[in-house]
């Protein structure tokens, strides 16, 4: 039983999934999605880890 993240997804489907997006969007076009791809996790991950600002604004507000 060989699945990933076990969501039932194996390496037939996987590669499946590869070739299709292969087809669907070109060898040249491949790694600039996959750049796009990766900006938009890191943009995400500092989002989270970034103290909202307007968290604090609003939390020295009632300070006052």
């Known amino acids: 039983m060989n699945t990933l993240l076990l969501l039932g ?3 037939q489907e996987i590669l499946l999934i590869a070739l299709v997006v292969l087809l669907f969007f070109g ?3 491949i ?3 996959m750049k796009g ?3 938009g ?3 995400f991950k500092d989002g ?3 103290p909202d ?3 604090a604004d609003s939390k020295d507000e009632d300070k006052k």
């Open 48 to 50: 989270m880890n970034e």
């Open 41 to 43: 996790v890191k943009s």
């Open 27 to 29: 060898g040249k076009k």
């Open 53 to 55: 600002s307007s968290t």
């Open 37 to 39: 791809l990766g900006k």
């Open 9 to 11: 997804v194996g390496m």
């Open 31 to 33: 790694p600039e999605l």
